[in-house]
């Protein structure tokens, strides 16, 4: 059993961590908890449970608020939104640890940043939720449940509030 706890000081083993990718692996060891602390962004990460403490970090991620304006947005949902910038939600950073991948966890993750996103639109609107990819293979990952290219082969992409609601529906 795995369990989803926010990045906390002394808790959580950051040094230990390791997806493969230096930029966010750095990003959690160096600049994660500071960002949090700052109110910039919210860091949460997959342990398992029961671990005693400084507890493996097994994945995790980021997310933050973000403003897009019109050419930010894909052309079908500019439509119906007024011509100013919009708040929307910014899967900010994922990742999983090597000897973790594979398993379903990426999954799981994304589900959570979801499940995080329907509350924040709740209570305070957002039109959608948006991720950088890094390359093309985590492009082709994020496809995968859903999220829309904003570009032929871009390294943006978003999904809509609405899809976002009725992936939770029975
Ligand atoms: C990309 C990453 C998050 C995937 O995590 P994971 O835990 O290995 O993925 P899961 O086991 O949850 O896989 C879920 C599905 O995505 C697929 N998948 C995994 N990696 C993929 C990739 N790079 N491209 C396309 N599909 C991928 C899996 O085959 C699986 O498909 P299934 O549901 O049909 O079986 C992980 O490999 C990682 O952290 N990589 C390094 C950092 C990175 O690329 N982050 C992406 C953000 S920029």
Redesign the pocket.
Known sequence: MTSLERLSKSDHDREGFD???EA?NDYLKNSARQAQERGLSSTFVLTEEGASSPKAIL?YYTLSLCEVDQSGIPASYRRKLPPRPCGAVRLA????DTR??????????IAAALRKFLFIHEQAGAIGLF?????Q??A???S?FGFERLEEDGLTLFMPFKTIQESFKE
């Open positions: 997806c493969g990718v966010l994945a950073r994922l990742g999983v973790q991948q594979g398993r379903g966890y990426g999954k799981t993750l991720v950088d990819a890094k390359d293979a985590a082709s990952f994020y995968r």
